[in-house]
């Protein structure tokens, strides 16, 4: 995820970003809403979203 740091400072700069960028940005997003909606109510015993690499 540290690439993320230097996505945000080319969005920060106002850059475009590229479609493997932007790819990946989606998918640690994804992961990030995935990983807020987990339950962890049954812990130790919670089930944690895979992060897949883009």
Not at 14 to 25: C, I, N, S, V
Not at 33 to 54: F, G, H, K, N
């Amino acid at each position: 995820m540290a690439s993320i740091s230097l996505i945000q400072l080319k969005l920060q700069a106002g850059r475009k970003l590229t479609q493997a960028e932007t790819t990946r940005l989606n998918a640690v997003l994804d992961y990030i809403d995935a990983v807020a909606a987990t339950d962890t109510s049954t812990a130790p015993d919670v089930i944690w979203p895979a992060l897949y690499e883009v």
